[in-house]
């Protein structure tokens, strides 16, 4: 659980599940956002990018960490990504190459 450690950054949560966004409510730093559902990990992001950067709360070159769990372990995280706002997985993957 990320909010335990207190960051100085505010911690956005995305879920299909309204029960989940109401228990998120009371973790700390935690604003949750109920959103319908997602394809993909790729999906998620486009959408966070979507609802943060209009808002002022991203900007581009910022690091927004995905962190995830599948439907096959319920409750559980066992996916995390991270990602720099404004550039596609192109771009990444490149930069990834010449490393």
């Not at 909010?3 to 950054?9: D, E, N």
Request: aromatic content about 6%; overall charge positive.
């Amino acid at each position: 659980m990320l909010s335990k450690h207190r960051p100085k950054v505010c911690i956005y949560a995305f879920s299909r599940k309204a029960e989940v966004c109401n228990r998120m409510n009371a973790l700390w730093g935690v604003h949750p956002v109920h959103k319908k559902e997602w394809e993909s990990a790729e999906a998620m992001l486009k959408t966070a990018e979507k609802e943060l950067l209009p808002k002022g709360l991203l900007r581009a070159g910022d690091v927004l960490g995905l962190v995830a769990g599948t439907q096959l372990t319920s409750g559980a995280t066992n996916f995390m990504r991270l990602h720099t706002v404004g550039e596609d997985d192109q771009a990444s993957t490149k930069r990834r190459q010449k490393k």
